[in-house]
């Protein structure tokens, strides 16, 4: 049996830096959002405190919960960083995010349980509503969750590279779903809902004095985010478990361009290193096989194939 392997870190001339393509931008677009929301955080308790408004005091504190949240992305993305060309990483820590996602989901879900939970409670005791100075906390709070959102948009997880040759010392190569950036992102999507229909809710009661309105939309924004929450955990728990989802087309790939050499692949298994980083083991077996350097040049035409390792075995006779 003959190997080879593709980006492996068997010599100085390979690394294991597969963080994806907008790692250290996504990172410090992190920070400024958690900048601004603790800003807005500690500006909205403080002018509660000061003209006794308890809209204002509430809103400021659940604002803390969704910049706690956004702070275990931003540590990830450092840790990722810090670590990426540490030896004890085996395959690099391009899969930090994907953890930081799904502990960001986690609790996006107990956020989600909470707003829930609040809004049960008030139809059965319904809370004195100061409608306009409620209102203007919302519209305030839509507009700074809407600039957030804007800097957290991932705007080129769908950039592929085809046809590159494999450049492991740098991660400039690749794009991919970043779980981390896109936890974040829900964050604060989540509020920006929250405002969305609070606002709706509010102004509707203060015309009608429809007091019921405003727990019952808080229900909806709370299956809402509860879903999106479950979306995030479901993709972010399967990269954590090497789970391969049925779109993937790159197992096809992989068979498509050995096939076509006239052998048969005999095992393969694939999974995510990173955002837009995979790693493969290729085992295969035909009557004349040529050395596995000449698979790997024929595998290395798939975009987000980073690592590989290729076994060839001759049949037996």
């Not at 429809?210 to 995030?232: E, M, T, Y």
């Not at 096809?252 to 361009?257: F, K, Q």
Request: some cysteine; aromatic content about 8%; charged content about 15%.
């Amino acid at each position: 049996m003959t190997t080879a392997i593709i980006g492996a870190k068997l010599s100085a001339h390979h690394d294991h830096v597969f963080l994806g393509e907008n790692h250290d931008r996504n990172a410090k677009r992190t920070w400024i959002v958690i900048a601004i929301t603790a800003a807005m955080m500690v500006a909205e308790i403080f002018a509660g405190n000061l003209y006794g408004s308890m809209a204002l005091t509430a809103d400021g504190w659940h604002m803390s919960t969704h910049a706690a949240a956004m702070l275990i992305a931003a540590l990830a993305y450092m840790f990722a960083r810090r670590h990426a060309s540490n030896p004890h990483f085996t395959f690099g820590t391009g899969k930090v995010g994907d953890l930081a996602g799904f502990s960001s989901a986690i609790v996006l879900a107990l956020i989600a349980l909470l707003i829930g939970w609040e809004s049960f409670l008030r139809f059965s005791t319904p809370v004195e509503i100061s409608f306009h100075e409620a209102i203007l906390v919302a519209v305030v709070g839509l507009i700074v969750n809407l600039v957030c959102a804007w800097l957290l948009k991932d705007d080129h997880s769908h950039g592929h590279n085809h046809g590159h040759q494999h450049d492991h010392h740098s991660d400039l190569a690749h794009g991919g779903k970043d779980q981390n950036l896109r936890a974040a992102y829900m964050h604060v999507l989540a509020d920006a809902l929250t405002s969305v229909l609070a606002i709706g809710a509010l102004v509707l009661g203060s015309i009608y004095g429809w007091l019921w309105l405003d727990p019952a939309i808080g229900l909806v924004g709370a299956l809402v985010i509860a879903r999106w929450s479950w979306g995030l955990i479901r993709d972010a728990g399967s990269t954590l478990l090497d789970y391969i989802p049925d779109g993937e087309d790159l197992p096809a790939e992989i068979r498509d361009i050995i096939e076509a050499e006239g052998c048969e692949i005999t095992d393969l298994h694939v999974w995510q290193l990173g955002p837009g980083h995979h790693g493969a083991i290729v085992s295969l077996t035909g009557e004349e096989p040529k050395a596995p350097s000449y698979y790997r040049e024929k595998l290395a035409q798939i975009h987000d194939l980073s690592h590989v390792t290729v076994e060839v075995e001759p049949k037996a006779a």
